[in-house]
Antibody, heavy 126, light 106 residues
Framework: VQLVQSGPEVKTPGASVKVSCKTF????????INWVRQVPGLGLQWVGW????????NYAQSFQGRVSMTTDSTTKTAYMELRSLTSGDTAVYFC????????????????????WGQGTSVTVSS | EIVLTQSPATLSLSPGDRATLSCRAS??????FAWYQQKPGQAPRLLIY???TRATGVPDRFSGSGFGTDFTLTISSLEPEDFAIYYC????????FGPGTRVDFK
């Protein structure tokens, strides 16, 4: 299993960025992909999850309304777009998978032995 | 939403030492708990999932345990390549990470 992400991005405040994550070595359309970011020198923050088989999405509350996650089963690639960028969005963005979402009544959990992409640096600066 | 606290923030040890890393949840958590290792300039690597199951290829010196609000990652005898930052993660209804524990050389 290998996940390969797109290259570094430099954006101005208010712009959008779209990061790609191409997958190899597993059945892409049977699982989902997680997105996590890491501000330089700090910890890990979950951005959201997207299913490559159903199109379902779970976004972290702090990104709701500003993030969109999609998948393309033809190219086995996942995408994360983040809009209305501010300097606080400067971070390394990682994709991770395969990761499945298991629904249990009104609740769910994420299940899988995930491998991470190499990370994509996004710098937001005027 | 569950908040995860890791302790200690830094653990200063020598090769061959036993490392015990703690992760405490703000409320009772279920078993969907994972541990990751991150080295400088690298992506995190999954070590443990479902509280105590080692990921493929992870040496058996790494073990996970826990129940309720307290979860632990134990490294039985530190190897030089184990000096890194370790994050706990909860995977139920959302994904939450702890702030990390740095294991560095004494």
């Amino acid at each position: 299993v290998q996940l390969v992400q797109s290259g570094p991005e430099v954006k101005t405040p208010g712009a959008s960025v779209k990061v790609s994550c191409k997958t190899f070595g597993y059945t892409f359309s049977s699982y989902g992909i997680n997105w996590v970011r890491q501000v330089p020198g700090l910890g890990l923050q979950w951005v959201g999850w997207v299913s490559a088989y159903s199109g379902d999405r779970n976004y972290a509350q702090s990104f709701q309304g500003r993030v969109s996650m999609t998948t393309d089963s033809t190219t086995k690639t996942a995408y994360m777009e983040l809009r209305s960028l501010t300097s606080g969005d400067t971070a390394v963005y990682f994709c991770a998978g395969p990761l499945d979402r298991i629904d249990v009544g009104d609740n769910f959990y994420f299940n899988g032995v995930d491998v991470w992409g190499q990370g994509t640096s996004v710098t937001v600066s005027s | 939403e569950i908040v995860l606290t890791q302790s200690p923030a830094t653990l200063s040890l020598s090769p061959g030492d036993r490392a015990t890393l703690s992760c405490r949840a703000s409320q009772t958590a279920n078993s969907y708990f994972a541990w990751y290792q991150q080295k400088p300039g690298q992506a995190p690597r999954l070590l443990i999932y479902d509280t105590s199951t080692r990921a493929t290829g992870v040496p058996d010196r790494f073990s996970g345990s826990g129940f309720g609000t307290d979860f632990t990652l134990t490294i039985s005898s530190l190897e030089p390549e184990d000096f890194a930052i370790y994050y706990c993660q909860h995977r139920y209804n959302t994904i939450t990470f702890g702030p990390g524990t740095r294991v560095d050389f004494k």
